[in-house]
C-alpha cells in the first residue's frame, strides 16, 4: 500500500484547518468502527479540544475516541503497549536527580572549569535547560560529547558532555523518561514492530494530520516520519 505526504500551505485564517476537519471527519463516518482510523496531532491539550468541539459542529456522530491527541497523550498510549515502559518523570524530580549528579561531581572533583559555578543553586536550572535543548534537537550525549568545536571551551564541554551522560544513565537505570526521552521511547517502539502490538490506536489509521504546529522537535519529525 502506497502511501502520500501532502503539506497544505497558506497565511492564518484560510481555511486549511476547516479543511483538514472535513476530510478528518470522513475518514470517521467511513466505517462503523471510527476509532483506530484516524490521529490528529495538536500542539497543545486547549488546540485538541477545539478541534473535537469542530468535529461535532462539522456533525460528527457519536464517537467516544476520534483519535485527537497531542504528542505527550500519544507517548502514554504508544508506551502502555510496550513491555517495561519508562516511568515518567516531573521537572522537580528531575532537578533532584541532576542536583545529586552535581553534587557528586563536585565531591569526586570531576568538576574543574565549572566547579565554581556548580555550586550556585542556579546551575541546577542552566544544565537542566542545557540539557533538554540537546534533547529536543535529538542530541545524544555521546554526540554532544564527540561535537567540540573551535568555539567555546573544551574544558567546559568536556564536563558538561559527563554531567549529561551521568544525567541519562541515572534515569535509564532506574527506568525513568523525562519528556524528550517519553518521546525518543515512542519514536523506538514505532520503528520497531516486535515491540509494538497492534493495537487498536495504530492498527488501521488512513489518515495522520499533524495541525497547528509553528515547530517540531528533531524526536517529533522522526515519529511523524514513522507514522507516515
Keep these: 500500500m502506497s502511501h502520500v505526504v501532502t503539506v497544505l500551505l497558506g497565511p492564518a485564517r484560510c481555511g486549511k484547518t476547516r479543511l483538514l476537519v472535513g476530510r478528518y471527519r470522513q475518514i470517521l463516518q467511513s466505517a462503523a468502527r471510527a476509532a483506530g482510523r484516524a490521529l490528529w496531532l495538536a ?3 486547549r488546540s485538541a479540544a477545539a478541534v473535537r468541539d469542530e468535529l461535532v459542529r462539522d456533525g460528527l456522530s457519536a464517537c467516544l475516541d476520534p483519535g485527537v491527541t497531542t504528542f505527550d497523550a500519544l507517548a502514554g498510549r504508544v508506551l502502555a503497549n510496550v513491555a517495561e515502559p519508562p516511568r515518567a518523570t516531573t521537572p522537580l524530580v528531575e532537578r533532584v536527580l541532576l542536583g545529586r549528579i552535581i553534587e557528586t561531581a563536585i565531591k569526586n572533583k570531576r568538576l574543574v572549569y565549572l566547579a565554581e559555578m556548580a555550586r550556585r543553586a542556579s546551575f541546577v536550572d542552566l544544565v537542566d535547560e542545557h540539557i533538554h535543548e540537546l534533547k529536543r ?9 564527540r561535537s567540540v568545536g573551535s568555539r567555546g571551551d573544551r574544558r567546559q ?54 495541525d497547528g504546529f509553528t515547530d517540531f522537535t528533531h524526536t517529533q519529525q522522526e515519529i511523524l516520519g514513522e507514522l507516515a
Design 157 to 210: 564541554h568536556e564536563e558538561l558532555a559527563q554531567l549529561y551522560a551521568d544525567y541519562e544513565r541515572l534515569l535509564q537505570t532506574h527506568r525513568l523518561a523525562d519528556e524528550e526521552g517519553r518521546h525518543w521511547a515512542v519514536r523506538d517502539a514505532l520503528a520497531s514492530d516486535a515491540t509494538l502490538p497492534e493495537t487498536i490506536l495504530l492498527a488501521d489509521v488512513q489518515l495522520v494530520v499533524a
Design 137 to 145: 534537537y535529538g542530541i545524544t550525549p555521546a554526540a554532544f560529547a
Design 43 to 45: 500542539p497543545t491539550a
